[in-house]
């Protein structure tokens, strides 16, 4: 069973930035692809941001492209979200989610209960 803690949520003013980590356990981080995902009041969940099992392939969400960058280290079993410039609209729960099938795959079976960040404008 994996299990996917995330921390590093807040409360920070618009511009400023913040750093998500996501700490796996029950199976070697290396073997799983990675995400963020977000959800808003009122709003479905959206993608943010995936990392391949190496790190060597990362994706984003035009909203948030230039100014957050997903990494991993698979020795600390940790994927992280650097935020920065972020705006109020950033505003929501951020997900931590893994898979571990091949990169194109956007099935993910393993979830985080979550971290709010909060901008305030």
């Known amino acids: 069973q994996v299990q996917l803690v995330e921390s590093g949520g807040g409360l920070v003013q618009a511009g400023g930035s913040l750093r998500l980590s996501c700490a796996a356990s029950g199976r070697t981080l290396s073997s799983l692809t990675m995400a963020w995902f977000r959800q808003a009041p009122g709003k479905e969940r959206e993608f943010v941001s995936a990392i391949s099992r190496t790190g060597a392939s990362t994706s984003y969400a035009d909203a948030v492209k230039g100014r957050f960058t997903i990494s991993r280290d698979n020795a600390k079993n940790t994927v992280y979200l650097q935020m920065n410039s972020l705006e109020p609209e950033d505003t929501a729960v951020y997900y931590c989610?893994?898979?571990?099938?091949?990169?194109?795959?956007?099935?993910?079976?393993?979830w985080g209960q979550g971290t709010q960040v909060t901008v305030s404008s």
């Open positions: 989610a893994g898979h571990p099938r091949l990169w194109s795959s956007n099935n993910y079976d393993y």
